[in-house]
């Protein structure tokens, strides 16, 4: 359908129009926009902000978009701390590069909840208060100059593995905001890659550093998929959403069948000795995954979440008056007086 005419565009946006019809009238025409949402949904085609939806699938992308949009600017710091150590001139430039690609995910998250009726200050208030999550791979430290190539290769790597499928996420804005973040995304993959790559053929030293570096990114990455498919929340109810388009089971199995070959040739090995390729399931079996580790960084116990989040409250009150000059600039070019003089000019 088209994106820009809202779906029901002389519908009012509540049951309550005040115009006193009965209740069962209200139920009615509910009923007709619940149709209509299903029957766009069941088609593939895609939900626009001005569209009817309901409560909870706006609840739901809410919750998504914001944990999404969070992990982008928090994974900015694991990263940054080594921008001033990076060992090349060339190094430095594709890390600073790529951090500030993380920055830009997050402002197209931020504006695509912002469709939704959410305010951006609401948002990283819950951030900065707990309230709502970032992903938990971000908890864990970046020990040595490796890690930036595993989390290139490892974590960015399970991002594009469930960010493609949510190109055709069923809310517009998201989907949209996904097809940009996995072209960077493709980027960031290979710049971990290759440098992984360059560490494992260097020095005897280099190939150990980098293979320590898989050992301790490879698990926290499965775990980036989420809870297994019999204990997750909400899978089924986004998948029926069609915001969700494979299982977190299905797309952890993906990503460990395409690491596989990928460590063959960065002559790492992966750090799961059950792994092996299975014929009558054309799949690779791995070993379980420790959950207890999981749930703890959820809980807020992993090695670095407390740091994680002084950090980010830091960056916004060292920010604000960034803010300030951004609003009173806005404020003074779209006063009347100011579109007069730019027409003059
Ligand atoms: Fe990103
Ligand atoms: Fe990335």
């Not at 509540?14 to 926009?33: L, M």
């Not at 929340?233 to 952890?252: P, T």
Request: proline share 5%.
């Amino acid at each position: 359908m088209a994106t820009s005419a809202p779906r029901h565009p002389a519908a009012p946006r509540t049951t309550d129009d005040g115009t006193g019809g009965d209740s069962s009238d209200a139920e009615a025409r509910s009923a007709a926009f619940q149709a209509a949402f299903d029957a766009a949904v069941a088609a593939d085609e895609r939900i626009e902000p001005r569209d009817w939806m309901p409560d909870a699938y706006r609840a739901t992308l809410v919750r998504q978009i914001a944990q999404h949009a969070h992990s982008e600017i928090i994974g900015m710091q694991p990263e940054a701390n080594w921008i001033t150590r990076a060992p090349s001139l060339r190094r430095k430039a594709i890390l600073m590069a790529k951090v500030q690609d993380e920055a830009g995910h997050g402002l197209y998250l931020y504006s695509a909840a912002e469709t939704l009726g959410v305010g951006r200050d609401e948002l990283l208030d819950k951030l900065h208060s707990g309230r709502q999550k970032y992903s938990s791979i971000f908890n864990y430290p970046t020990l040595t100059w490796a890690d930036v190539g595993a989390i290139g290769w490892l974590v960015d790597g399970a991002a594009i593995t469930n960010q493609v499928p949510l190109c055709r996420c069923s809310y517009g804005p998201y989907a949209r905001a996904m097809v940009r973040v996995c072209k960077e995304e493709s980027f960031h993959q290979r710049q971990g890659y290759e440098l992984l790559l360059a560490l494992s053929r260097g020095t005897e030293a280099q190939h150990a550093m980098a293979q320590d570096a898989v050992d301790r990114w490879w698990w926290p990455s499965l775990m980036m998929f989420g809870p297994p498919d019999t204990e997750s929340a909400h899978s089924a109810q986004s998948m029926a959403w069609k915001i969700k388009r494979h299982s977190n089971d299905e797309l952890r199995q993906r990503f460990v069948d395409i690491c596989v070959p990928q460590a063959e040739s960065l002559g790492l090995t992966l750090p799961d000795p059950e792994l092996r390729w299975n014929e009558e399931r054309g799949h690779h079996d791995f070993g379980a995954i420790d959950w207890t580790e999981f749930q703890e960084v959820l809980k807020g116990r992993g090695p670095c979440n407390e740091q994680r989040i002084t950090q980010r409250r830091r960056a916004h009150d060292e920010g604000a008056w960034v803010r300030e000059a951004a609003a009173a600039h806005a404020a003074k070019h779209s006063s009347p007086a100011a579109t007069r003089e730019g027409r003059a000019a």
